[in-house]
C-alpha cells in the first residue's frame, strides 16, 4: 500500500482523538493505517528564518511535519486571499469578497513555500491528499517542482456558480491549476455540476464520464460527501459524561423546550437570520413564550477580520434586542455562548436539545446537523430543522428543510418540530441514522483513497484537449 500525504492548512493533533473533530479523526485513521505524513502550517506565525524550517515529529508511525507563516503570509495568504475573497465568493457572497492583487500574490508564494517545503519529504510512490481552498494551486506547483506521483484535492466548501467565479479575476489560473491533480472531489453533486459547467462553457472543455478535459489536460472530478464517526458520536452522546452536561443544561431550564444552534461565528452560517425567526417565533406564538429557551454557542472565529467583527456586533445586538423585547424575571428567550465548548460537552447539549437549528445561507456540508442527529436518544429524539442550502440537505431529506431566508417559514418548522408526535420523531431519527451510518466519515476517505489509488495521471492519447 503506498504512503498516504496528507496535506491542509491546519495540521490536526495526531492524539487527542475526543478533543479533535470527526475529521481530524478520520485523516489520522487513515495515516495510521497507511503509515504516512501529514503537512502544513503550525498555527503560529514567526517572522525570521527559523520560521522556514520544517519541524517534524512521529508518532506511532505517522508524522507530523509543519511550517510556520510569516506575518506577512499570514495577512495576505490566510486572511487575505483565502478568506476574505475564496471563502466569501465560493460561499455565493460577491458582496463581501476583498479583490486585492497583493492577496492573490501572498497566497501563489505561501503555496510555493509549502511545496517547497514538502518536496524533499515525499516518496516516489506516495499517494497526496491536499484539502481545501486554501491549496488550490498547491498541485501545480507540487508537479512544476517535479512531483510525478498521484494527487488528489478535495475542496471542504461549496464550488460556486460559474457568474460569480468569473468575477475573480484570477478564475482561470486556479480552474487550471485544479487540472495537475488527478482527482478532484466535492461535497456534493450540485458542486460537481457547477464545476462541470465551467469547465464545459467558461473552459471550453469536454466531458467523458466522470473525466473532464480542458487545458490540453485531464482530471477525475466526483462527489464524495462528508460524513461523522457517527457510532462513536453516539456513543460518546449516550456516555455517563455526557450526560452530565445534559443534566446541566436541563437544570438551568427545568422543563422548557431547548432549541440549539452550534455553529462557528460565520457569517455563511445564517445566525442574524436564525436569531430572527426565533423572535419571529416569539412574535407569531404567544404561548410559546416561557415554554422554550434557545441556545446558540458560536465561538468567535478569523476575528482579525472586518466582516467577522462586524457580524460580531450584530448578533451581540440582535440577543440584546431580543432578551429586552421577551425576557420575563424568570425566563431568558435566549442565551448566546461566544465560547468553543468540548466535544463531551457538545454531545450532551445535542442530545438534551428537542430541537436543532442548522440554519447556513450556504455550506459545503455541515457536519453540525449530522452530529445533532447522532447524538439523539433513538427513543426519544429530537428534530433537526435545516437549511436547504446546507451540502447535507440533499442526504437528510428526513430533517424538516427550510429556507433560512425565510423567517416565518423557519418560525413555523420550530414550531412544528416543537409538537411533533414521538412516532414521527422516532421515524424521522430512523430514516437519519440510517444514511449517517451508511456513509460516515471512515467511508468518505476510503472512497476518495481507492478513487486515487486508481486514477491515472496520464491523458489518453487521441482524447479532445
Ligand atoms: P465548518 O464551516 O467549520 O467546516 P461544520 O461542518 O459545521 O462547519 O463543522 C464544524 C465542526 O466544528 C463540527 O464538528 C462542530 O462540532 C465543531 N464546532 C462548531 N462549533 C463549536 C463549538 N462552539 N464548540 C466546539 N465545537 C464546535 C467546513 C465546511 C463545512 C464542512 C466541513 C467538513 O464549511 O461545510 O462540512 O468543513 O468538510
Known amino acids: 500500500m503506498s504512503r498516504l500525504v496528507v496535506v491542509s492548512n491546519r495540521v490536526g493533533p495526531l492524539r487527542g482523538a475526543t478533543k479533535a473533530g470527526g475529521l481530524a479523526v478520520a485523516l489520522a485513521d487513515a495515516l495510521r493505517t497507511r503509515r504516512g505524513l501529514w503537512f502544513g502550517w503550525s498555527g503560529e506565525v514567526r517572522d525570521g528564518p527559523q520560521g522556514h524550517e520544517v519541524q517534524a515529529q512521529s508518532l506511532g508511525g505517522v508524522t507530523r511535519a509543519v511550517i510556520d507563516l510569516t506575518s506577512t503570509e499570514h495577512d495576505d495568504y490566510y486572511n487575505g486571499f483565502a478568506n476574505r475573497c475564496l471563502w466569501p465568493l465560493f460561499h455565493f457572497r460577491l458582496d463581501l469578497a476583498t479583490f486585492d492583487r497583493r492577496y492573490y500574490e501572498g497566497y501563489q508564494r505561501a503555496n510555493q513555500r509549502f511545496a517547497q517545503a514538502l518536496t524533499p519529504l515525499l516518496r516516489d510512490d506516495d499517494l497526496i491528499w491536499v484539502h481545501d481552498y486554501h491549496l488550490l494551486p498547491f498541485g501545480e506547483t507540487l508537479r512544476d517542482m517535479g512531483a ?8 471542504h466548501i461549496p464550488w460556486p456558480v460559474r457568474e460569480i467565479l468569473t468575477a475573480l479575476p484570477h478564475h482561470e489560473h486556479l480552474v487550471r491549476a485544479l487540472f495537475s491533480y488527478d482527482l478532484v472531489g466535492f461535497q456534493t453533486e450540485a458542486d460537481l455540476l457547477r464545476f462541470q459547467d465551467y469547465v464545459l462553457r467558461e473552459a471550453g472543455g469536454s466531458q467523458r464520464g466522470n473525466r473532464l478535459y480542458a487545458y490540453g489536460r485531464s482530471v477525475i472530478a466526483q462527489a464524495y460527501p462528508i460524513g461523522i464517526d457517527t457510532d462513536q458520536f453516539a456513543t460518546l452522546a449516550a456516555s455517563d459524561e455526557a450526560g452530565h452536561e445534559a443534566a446541566k443544561l436541563k437544570a438551568a431550564i427545568f422543563d422548557r423546550t431547548q432549541i440549539v444552534g452550534v455553529d462557528r461565528l460565520d457569517y455563511t452560517k445564517g445566525l442574524p437570520e436564525r436569531f430572527q425567526a426565533y423572535e419571529k417565533l416569539l412574535e407569531l406564538y404567544p404561548e410559546a413564550h416561557g415554554q422554550v429557551s434557545f441556545l446558540q454557542i458560536a465561538p468567535t472565529s ?21 432578551n429586552g423585547r421577551f425576557a420575563q424575571l ?19 447539549i445535542y442530545r438534551a436539545s428537542r430541537i436543532g437549528l442548522v440554519t447556513p445561507l450556504r455550506d459545503g456540508m455541515n457536519l453540525v446537523a449530522k452530529e445533532y442527529v447522532a447524538a439523539q436518544d433513538p427513543d426519544n429524539p429530537g428534530v433537526l430543522v435545516l437549511s436547504r442550502f446546507a451540502g447535507s440537505a440533499k442526504q437528510m431529506a428526513a430533517a424538516l ?55 491515472v495521471a496520464a491523458v489518453p492519447p487521441g482524447v479532445p484537449a
Not at 148 to 155: I, P, S
Not at 307 to 321: N, P, S, V
Open 148 to 155: 510525478r506521483q498521484r494527487l488528489g484535492f478535495f475542496l
Open 302 to 322: 478569523r476575528g482579525e477580520v472586518q466582516e467577522y467583527i462586524d457580524i460580531r456586533h450584530q448578533l451581540d445586538a440582535l440577543a440584546g434586542h431580543i
Open 330 to 348: 424568570d425566563w431568558t428567550p435566549l442565551r448566546y455562548i461566544n465560547r468553543a465548548i468540548t466535544r463531551r460537552q457538545l454531545a450532551g
Open 401 to 455: 428543510i427550510v429556507n433560512p431566508y425565510d423567517p416565518v417559514g423557519v418560525a413555523e418548522a420550530i414550531e412544528t418540530a416543537r409538537h411533533m408526535p414521538l412516532a414521527q420523531r422516532r421515524d424521522r431519527h430512523r430514516a437519519l441514522m440510517h444514511e449517517l451510518r451508511r456513509s460516515d466519515v471512515a467511508s468518505w476517505s476510503q472512497n476518495f483513497l481507492t478513487a486515487l489509488d486508481h486514477a
